[in-house]
């Protein structure tokens, strides 16, 4: 089965910059999309950005858009979360996530996704 492993969370001042890594391991799939999400304690798990296995197309949520970029390595079946300008209220563990190969339906939502990795902590100071 798919795994996913998260790295490069961490504790980092508010307006810095921070980048995600998440690798897959095990079996794998040549086609499936691939995405973050993130939950603070006592809050709802929320989406943050999502690519389609291609790499064509990119979606942020709107707390996301204009600081946070996503992007993949095919290659090494791994997909990248940078960060910028960070604010106290990105706090979270942050998740990544995959669907099931050949997946054409709408990234935002968490039943979209079969596949989760286990968090990585990011955490912002002010």
């Known amino acids: 089965q798919v795994q996913l492993v998260e790295s490069g969370g961490g504790l980092v001042q508010a307006g810095g910059s921070l980048g995600l890594s998440c690798a897959a391991s095990?079996?794998?799939?040549?086609?499936?999309?691939m995405g973050w999400f993130r939950q603070a304690p006592g809050k709802e798990r929320e989406f943050v950005a999502a690519?389609?296995?291609?790499?064509?197309?990119?979606y942020y949520a709107d707390s996301a858009k204009g600081r946070f970029t996503i992007s993949r390595d095919n290659a090494k079946i791994t997909v990248y979360l940078q960060m910028n300008s960070l604010k106290p209220e990105d706090k979270a563990v942050y998740y990544c996530v995959a669907t099931g190969p050949s997946y054409s339906g709408r990234l935002y939502y968490a039943n979209s996704y079969v596949h989760w990795g286990q968090g990585t902590q990011v955490t912002v100071s002010s």
């Open positions: 690519i389609r296995w291609s790499g064509g197309s990119t």
């Open positions: 095990g079996r794998t799939f040549s086609r499936y999309d």
